[in-house]
């Protein structure tokens, strides 16, 4: 081999070092800007919850901020957020250059019920959602008369009267079932409900859930046009029978 021929391969030997040189520099580069400070996401929105705290649904979709706005994977998380029983349809995607968008159609809570180590929530299917020990994450009417043992989320309770009492409430109107705070099932045959004033409300046996909403709907509106206490009415009877408060 020639002196010639070995510094022609010495010359190409060096291109490629620095070649190769250059492209670790790239990388590590790339890598360096991919997780610096500057690209960690401001703020995370979400939208669509009305009962879930902001707070939870960053917590299903195990986010914690500042987070990086390269290293979100959408779809990973959409995935977290959909296999949550609270959650029914959940959407994720970026806004650049420092936004992470979160918009989910929450599965919500109709009723809560007791069980052996706290609450559960039921949704209108009579499905567990959610299991809580502290009583001030209650926002949906306790159904009291029964208690539940060894449920979970996921569970289904297969309660007869509880079915009935889930489908009245999925009936009413939305303002109307924030005034209610309780339903004794402990007698099925006269179920009662009982509102934030005090009011208590005889719905007997539940036979038709519909109907027996749409009266109960009624009865609030009329309600809110008068000042005369009432203390009872009773839709076990053909015509309500209502009892003014003494």
Do not use: H
């Amino acid at each position: 081999m020639t002196k010639k021929q070995v510094k022609s391969k010495r010359l190409i030997a060096a291109k490629n070092l620095k070649r190769g040189l250059l492209g670790l520099f790239a990388i590590l580069a790339i890598i360096f800007i991919i997780n610096s400070p500057i690209l960690k996401i401001g703020y995370v929105k979400v939208t669509g919850n009305s009962y879930l705290p902001r707070e939870d649904v960053l917590q299903i979709a195990r986010i914690t901020e500042p987070i990086n706005i390269f290293s979100v994977q959408t779809d990973v998380i959409q995935n977290y957020l959909q296999n949550d029983l609270r959650i029914d349809t959940a959407k994720v995607w970026r806004d650049f250059p420092n936004c992470l968008n979160i918009e989910i159609v929450e599965r919500l809570p109709l009723a809560v019920m007791n069980c052996s180590y706290g609450y559960v929530d039921l949704d209108k299917n009579s499905v567990i959602i959610d299991t809580y020990k502290d009583p001030k994450k209650i926002q949906k009417p306790v159904i009291v008369g029964i208690s539940l043992d060894d449920v979970y989320t996921g569970d289904k309770v297969e309660n007869e009267v509880v079915n009935k009492v889930l489908s009245y409430l999925g009936y009413l109107k939305p303002e109307v079932l924030q005034q209610i705070i309780q339903i004794n099932i402990a007698d099925a045959n006269t179920i009662e409900a009982y509102t934030l004033k005090g009011t208590k409300i005889i719905l007997g046996n539940i036979e038709d859930p519909e109907d027996l909403a749409n009266k109960t709907n009624e009865f609030f509106y009329d309600v809110k046009t008068t000042t005369i206490p009432v203390e009872y009415i009773d839709f076990s009877y053909a015509r309500p029978v209502l009892k003014i408060k003494q």
